[in-house]
């Protein structure tokens, strides 16, 4: 008798296939294949599970490249997502993961749109070191890394003196790059497929800002008393003064905006920390010193990024106006009046704020200092 007639068969071979069915276990996906083909090698201790420090380590591998790297960086991105936490990430999770739901209330990762995007950063991205073009501030975009506290600064010296930047970065003919930060030079290996993927881009100008992203990465890296990757390094996050006393090797000063929350704090008292913050601001735009803002996990001012660093590009004194410069270099258009209700108009990453507002939305500010950074700070 032919199987396929065999009711007794039939009765448990039908239920299995609807199982698999609904748990996506004969599906098949680029990104499917990648993983299925690679999580038994990135689950390096054997527990079944990926973790983002194991994931890291593929991504940093030079050997992990293509499509294989475009899986790797799908996964960590689940994994370092905060709107869908993902936790003991198995590839059984995944497969009943992909293909995603079409109900968008499922709260499980887009493994596929990440991985397509990934996908295409990796053959979009230039192989060279710099563009045609001096470094410009309007061709960087953040990538998936927390990693603005340093990217903030690099702005704001980009914006002061694109040709300084420039400088910082001697290529060698065997592929690294010596990078030059502060008094500090760190050796950086070629960049990886999985990096290109994960750090900022600009646009047609080169690897430089991926670059100097794996630079910082290795430099906290070595300070860290437990082994890390670069990607995992950087994109721990950090202090945007303490990385532009890094990048410049001055000291900083910060001035935190915190008084100005405080509904008991008098109105003389806020004008006299007004006074010191103009005349803070204005000193370090006169002698040309790198500043830097910050601001909370929380905030209600449309277009303004949460838990976020930015460049300060100017303030002005006569029109007591500051402008801020976001690394996502994005735009945004208020839906009404600019201001703290609607937000402000932003054209890749700039806009202008008067201070008086900025002052109950930022955390605070830090400027360099002319005096040389101590070897301990």
């Given at each position: 008798m032919i199987w396929g007639y065999d009711r007794n068969r039939l009765f448990w071979i039908v239920p299995f296939v609807l199982i698999c069915c609904q748990r996506g276990l004969f599906a098949q996906t680029p990104f499917l294949d990648q993983a299925r083909s690679h999580f038994a090698q990135w689950d390096t201790n054997k527990d079944g599970e990926i973790s983002a420090t194991e994931i890291d380590r593929a991504i940093s591998n030079p050997k992990t490249q293509g499509p294989t790297a475009a899986a790797a960086v799908s996964i960590r991105r689940a994994l370092k997502g905060k709107k869908i936490p993902v936790e003991h990430l198995t590839m059984d999770k995944l497969v009943q993961s992909v293909p995603r739901p079409a109900d968008q209330k499922t709260k499980i990762p887009d493994y596929e749109g990440m991985y397509n995007n990934s996908l295409k950063k990796i053959h979009g991205s230039r192989t060279d070191l710099f563009g045609t073009e001096p470094p410009n501030l309007d061709s960087i975009s953040q990538g998936r890394l927390g990693d603005c506290y340093c990217l903030a600064p690099l702005g704001a010296m980009l914006h002061r003196n694109p040709n300084q930047v420039k400088s910082m970065f001697i290529p060698s003919t065997d592929g690294k790059v010596l990078v030059q930060l502060g008094k500090e030079k760190v050796e950086v290996p070629p960049l990886t497929d999985g990096e290109l993927a994960l750090f900022a881009s600009t646009k047609t100008q080169g690897i430089w800002v991926q670059t100097y992203e794996k630079a910082m990465g290795i430099h906290l890296a070595a300070k860290k008393k437990q082994l890390t990757t670069p990607i995992g390094a950087v994109g721990a996050g950090g202090s945007a003064g303490t990385a532009l006393g890094l990048i410049t090797g001055h000291r900083f000063e910060r001035f935190s905006c915190k008084p100005f929350k405080d509904a008991t704090l008098s109105e003389s008292d806020k004008n006299a920390k007004l006074a010191s913050l103009r005349k803070g601001l204005g000193a370090a735009v006169e002698d040309k010193r790198l500043i830097c803002g910050g601001t909370p996990k929380e905030v209600k001012v449309p277009g303004v990024t949460p838990n976020h660093a930015y460049a300060i590009l100017n303030y002005n004194e006569k029109t007591d106006l500051v402008t801020f410069?976001?690394?996502?270099?994005?735009?945004?258009?208020?839906?009404?009046?600019?201001?703290l209700e609607f937000g402000y108009?932003?054209?890749?990453?700039?806009?202008?704020?008067?201070?008086?507002?900025?002052?109950?939305?930022?955390?605070?500010?830090?400027?360099?200092m002319k005096e040389p950074k101590a070897s301990a700070e």
């Open positions: 410069w976001n690394p996502h270099g994005q735009n945004f258009k208020p839906k009404g009046e600019p201001g108009l932003v054209a890749k990453g700039k806009f202008q704020v008067p201070l008086k507002e900025a002052v109950t939305w930022i955390v605070g500010f830090s400027w360099e």
